[in-house]
């Protein structure tokens, strides 16, 4: 049997599309993650990423787009 788990991070970013565009961009890179879903919030400016995948793979996963925000 294969583990999965769940990550739903939030961002500090709601407004920008490019950002959040950069932000799962860096999920897609990862092999073995699913994006399933984006929710940008204008009003708080926090967009919450779901994405799930091989315990390893999401760990990258995270990492990677964590990295793309760092200005």
Avoid at 3 to 8: A, F, H, L, M
Avoid at 38 to 64: C, H, L, M, Y
Wanted: charged fraction near 25%.
């Amino acid at each position: 049997m294969q583990q999965i788990i769940e990550c739903v991070p939030n961002f500090s970013e709601g407004n920008d599309l490019n950002v959040i565009k950069r932000i799962t961009d860096q999920l897609a890179t990862v092999e073995g993650v699913r994006l399933l879903n984006v929710d940008p919030g204008k009003a708080t400016n926090r967009t919450v990423v779901t994405f799930v995948g091989s315990p390893d793979a999401v760990v990258e996963a995270a990492f990677r787009a964590i990295k793309k925000l760092e200005r």
